[in-house]
């Protein structure tokens, strides 16, 4: 049987190590505690966080305790790692109810029962830190020159970097040095963007416990095309079910790039490598298949079996041209009223969100991409009244090849 590690290397979870030979030989000799940071700075993770999750899932899988670090003191200061100007300041009360949503959300992937999986606030020990013995403590520990070599800083030098951010970097090492000392944690996993501010924890432990600790980061994902993985015309895909419907998680998946579909099984899926594998090699059409079972499994794992099934099962209904389980595609409700007294395509399709502005969706049916229960739109002037209802008493909105929309009246 594969050791943790050599699963998460197999998968590509992996991109630097500080000491590879040592991970694995933790991995291998006993029981490993590590950690993955998450900043609740909205309402849900979204599928960026998502290659952190599975590479914690993987690791709780092969026999070891994975810590989900949520950032209830981090999330007050904004890390500048990937972005280009300071993120908006959230209130406290805001940050812990997103750090309740997020709790219900990675108990879909991890097993907390019995601490075999633990998650840990770091407001715990930041929110009420003394500011003065801190630096003492911890400040002397960190060279301004070094920081200021990091990607993240370098990046937010040009826009203007403030003090508050500048902090971020020491305030995450603190929080593997707590790890260290109350959970025995000696490997923090993060994101290659991440890499400065996990290997100045790792720096931290040395000097302040001189011990050994290490890091292990995964790949920042693109798609085939060079895009950020998991963004979609709509923005982020999110692992909540009220922000991103099932339906539309499974279209995601379902319509990658052909290119993408064998890193994307070994990453988030759990089946086994044989298996993807072999899905991995189909070509042509059949490539399809492989598909629908990364689209099933993914989405399976993030919402459960039940709404993986709907949600299959509303995308043939929809490619198929049959109803049956067109309700489990996403679905807009207008008055009957008004469609008896007629709608403008371009304002409807705007409504069902099928376009971000009305110029958008006028260029989408100039082009011949909108059609309403399979018919193409040909004309913006078109109105649309009780007469287009289908006989199901709906009307089907398509925008190119991959977005759709039920419209009903109630």
């Known amino acids: 049987m594969s050791s943790a590690f050599e699963v998460l290397k197999e998968r590509g979870f992996v991109s630097q190590v500080t000491d590879e030979e040592a991970v ?3 991995f291998d000799e006993g029981t490993v505690t590590c950690y993955i940071g998450f900043d609740p700075t909205a309402r849900s993770l979204h599928v960026g966080h998502l290659v952190q999750i599975m590479a914690l899932a993987h690791v709780q899988r092969g026999g070891h305790r994975p810590i989900a670090l949520v950032g209830g003191g981090t999330a007050m200061v904004s890390d500048p790692s990937g972005k280009d100007e300071l993120r908006p300041m959230l209130a406290t009360e805001a940050i812990d109810q997103n750090i309740t949503r997020i709790k ?3 108990e879909r992937y991890l097993d907390f029962d019995g601490e ?3 998650m840990v606030n770091n407001a715990d020990w930041l929110r009420s830190l003394n500011y003065v013995t801190f630096l003492r403590e911890i400040g002397e520990h960190f060279s301004v020159n070094r920081m200021l070599t990091a990607e993240a800083y370098k990046l937010r030098m040009e826009k203007g970097l403030t003090f508050l951010e500048f ?3 020491i305030l995450q090492a603190y929080d593997f040095l707590m790890l260290f000392r109350n959970y025995g944690c000696t490997i923090q996993l993060g994101g290659d963007d991440q890499w400065g501010n996990i290997v100045a924890g790792v720096d931290l432990i040395r000097r302040k416990e001189r011990a050994a600790a290490q890091a292990v980061t995964t790949p ?3 798609t085939a095309d060079g895009s950020k993985m998991g963004k979609t015309l709509g923005g982020a895909l999110w692992l909540d079910p009220d922000m991103t419907s099932p339906y539309d998680y499974y279209q ?5 790039d052909d290119r993408d579909v064998a890193g994307l099984l070994a990453r988030f899926t759990f089946l086994p490598m044989e298996q993807i594998r072999e899905l991995s090699a189909l070509e042509g ?3 399809r298949d492989a598909k629908t079972v990364l689209a099933s499994e993914a989405t399976k794992i993030t919402h459960g079996e039940e709404e993986a099934a709907q949600a299959q099962r509303g995308a043939r209904s929809v490619f198929g041209g049959a109803w049956d389980g067109g309700d489990h595609v996403p679905t807009v409700k207008i008055g009957r009223d008004r469609l008896e007294a007629g709608i403008n395509v371009v304002d409807l399709f705007l409504e069902a969100e099928l376009g971000k502005s ?7 049916i100039q082009q011949g991409g909108a059609s309403v229960n399979g018919e193409k739109v040909s004309a913006i002037e078109r109105v649309l009244d009780t007469g287009d209802l289908d006989d199901e008493g709906v009307l089907l909105l398509r925008a190119g090849k991959k977005r759709f929309q039920r419209v009903k009246t109630g």
């Open 116 to 118: 075999r999986a633990l």
């Open 358 to 364: 009305k110029s958008e969706v006028r260029r989408l």
């Open 220 to 222: 920042l994902l693109t």
């Open 24 to 26: 694995a030989r933790a």
């Open 252 to 256: 995601y998946w379902i319509n990658v």
């Open 104 to 106: 219900t959300q990675l």
């Open 167 to 169: 902090n971020y970097q």
């Open 285 to 287: 059409e059949k490539i």
